[in-house]
């Protein structure tokens, strides 16, 4: 129980990662605030489920790519739940198109909400984290912000944002004691990326990663965790990814050996 | 919480926080140097330096407040001249949280972007005395 009488926020923590996240934290002993912006179904269960094993979890509505509302989120967390010292930046759109294609509003939108989540979030918990010189803030990044991918422009750029921004904050923050990393998934199967998996299943991607599969949301929900507690005290700036090795290889095809 | 009933207790609180935020050693901070000019704080080291004296403290002061408190309300066009040069009735609000400065000899020479150079660590302790009191 590493991460007891911590608070953690998980933003975008219904589904998926972020929902992986919020009960690996909690089963930590980390008290979790799991922010959603419409499944509030969905995160009355990932509370449910928390407090089932003992841990205080509450469902915060609000709209992270509003600065305000994403203030409101953090404020309330601080409030009901006695503290916040996690933040994880994790709720994320995607709008797939070529370039050709694509609508200005659809990489604005893609940006406000993933880039301007995180800005968002990380400003508004740092009065407080200032203040106790004590907080931990692991983004959501992607690999996709770090290599190309055709149809994903949008997407990778707010990710490539994310990147820059973790180095840029954990450099600034460090003398507050503050530290900020990004987990950079490969592909993971949730809602997100589904369209990508239609086809095939997603075969003729796995044959790709040199570890043959997609990581689940649990490995990545693991790093964010180990991020978050006490033993990874001295890392931070760093892009950490999960990605079976995707992001270590050069892509040209299969090897004659 | 550090409570700050004598300038003692005051000099206690904000030494250390000026000397760890500026990673200098304890002889090096004086009361009557100056944190920008000459102990090179930047904008940043401001805001360490403040949360620091928050944390051990409970008194909050915002890094706007510094030149809120410095300038004491007055508007910025009657604080300086079009030139940005500080204005009489500047330099004698000047003197007020300042008293070490020498107001004839910057009377007609101190621009407004100067002003911040000549705070000292004296001056944050009054600054932060009167907080202190106003909180009690």
């Given at each position: ?125 740092l009065?407080?984290?200032m ?37 840029c904050?954990?450099v600034e923050?460090?003398r507050f ?81 | ?13 904000v030494?250390?926080a000026v000397a760890?935020a500026l990673g200098l050693?304890?002889?090096e901070v004086t009361p009557d140097a100056t944190l920008m000019d000459e102990l090179g704080a930047e904008s940043i080291d401001l805001l360490d330096i403040l949360f620091r004296i928050e ?5 909050k002061i915002q890094a706007a407040d510094l030149s809120e408190y410095v300038q004491g309300g007055i508007p910025d066009e009657e604080f300086g001249d079009e030139n940005e040069i500080i204005t009489e009735k500047g330099l004698t609000q000047l003197k007020k949280v300042m008293p070490q400065l020498d107001v004839e000899a910057l009377s007609g020479e101190l621009k407004a972007e100067q002003v911040m150079g000549h705070f000292t660590v004296q001056n944050l302790m009054t600054l932060v005395?009167a907080r ?5």
């Amino acid at each position: 129980m590493e991460l007891e009488g911590r608070v953690a926020l998980v933003t975008g923590g219904s589904r998926g990662i972020g929902r992986a996240t919020a009960l690996r934290l909690a089963a930590e002993g980390a008290a979790v605030g799991v922010n959603y912006r419409n499944d509030e179904k969905a995160a009355q269960e990932v509370v449910r489920e928390i407090q089932d094993g003992g841990v205080s979890a509450i469902a915060l509505q609000g709209d992270v790519s509003d600065y305000e509302q994403a203030e409101g989120v953090v404020a309330k967390t601080i409030a009901e739940l006695g503290g916040l010292h996690v933040l994880v930046n994790n709720a994320g759109i995607a709008k797939d198109a070529l370039i050709f294609n694509m609508e200005p509003a659809d990489w604005l939108k893609v940006m406000s909400v993933n880039f301007g989540g995180v800005f968002n979030g990380t400003k508004a918990v740092l009065p407080h984290f200032m203040s106790q010189r004590d907080g931990v803030i692991v983004n959501m990044s992607s690999m996709m912000g770090e290599r190309g991918w055709t149809g994903e422009s949008n997407y990778a750029a707010s990710k490539g944002a994310i990147n820059a921004f973790t180095r840029c904050s954990a450099v600034e923050l460090a003398r507050f004691g503050i530290r900020v990393n990004a987990v950079l998934p490969g592909f993971v199967p949730t809602d997100l990326v589904s369209e990508l998996l239609e086809k095939d299943g997603g075969k003729s991607i796995k044959k790709q990663v040199p570890l043959r599969g997609f990581a689940s949301a649990d490995d990545v929900a693991e790093a964010v965790f180990f991020l978050a507690a006490a033993r990874s005290g001295f890392i931070t700036g760093t892009l950490l990814p999960i990605d079976g090795g995707v992001g270590a290889q050069l892509g040209l095809g299969r090897t004659n050996w | 919480m550090t409570q700050l009933t004598t300038i003692d207790d005051i000099y206690s609180v904000v030494h250390p926080a000026v000397a760890e935020a500026l990673g200098l050693d304890d002889d090096e901070v004086t009361p009557d140097a100056t944190l920008m000019d000459e102990l090179g704080a930047e904008s940043i080291d401001l805001l360490d330096i403040l949360f620091r004296i928050e944390r051990s403290t409970g008194i909050k002061i915002q890094a706007a407040d510094l030149s809120e408190y410095v300038q004491g309300g007055i508007p910025d066009e009657e604080f300086g001249d079009e030139n940005e040069i500080i204005t009489e009735k500047g330099l004698t609000q000047l003197k007020k949280v300042m008293p070490q400065l020498d107001v004839e000899a910057l009377s007609g020479e101190l621009k407004a972007e100067q002003v911040m150079g000549h705070f000292t660590v004296q001056n944050l302790m009054t600054l932060v005395a009167a907080r202190a009191a106003a909180s009690a």
